[in-house]
């Protein structure tokens, strides 16, 4: 149980940040973004684009998200999939979503 956890703990520790995008200020939140956006490119340095781009992608997408109802927000990485493909945004944010 206590290995479980420490694997979601740590893949939070890398996605969370998708979810997680409305909480404090907003330039501590873009702030946080760019240093979340550069380890994950680092880490999946074949399959994402440079830093920058991820983060631009992120970013637009998560205007999206501001503009849905609270109650309509994901609150999970598979609320996130999910709200992806119920308004079909998978092909305009090809690196978020997570098929």
């Known amino acids: 149980m206590e290995k479980n956890k420490t694997v979601h ?7 969370g940040f998708l979810i997680n995008n409305n909480d404090g200020e ?3 939140n ?7 956006s550069k380890i994950l490119c680092t880490l999946y340095h074949k399959d994402l684009p440079t830093a920058k781009d991820f983060a631009r992608e992120c970013l637009h997408l998560f205007g999206f998200l501001k503009e849905l109802k609270e109650k309509e927000r994901p609150l999970t990485i598979i ?3 999910e709200a992806l ?3 079909a945004l998978q092909d ?4 978020v979503d997570l098929h």
Not at 9 to 15: A, N, P, Q, T, V
Not at 30 to 36: A, H, V, W, Y
Not at 92 to 95: A, E, F, G, R
């Open 9 to 15: 703990d740590e893949l939070h520790s890398l996605f």
């Open 79 to 81: 609320g996130l999939y």
């Open 26 to 28: 907003e330039a501590s």
């Open 92 to 95: 305009l944010y090809p690196y």
């Open 85 to 87: 493909h119920d308004n």
């Open 30 to 36: 873009i702030k946080t973004l760019g240093e979340c």
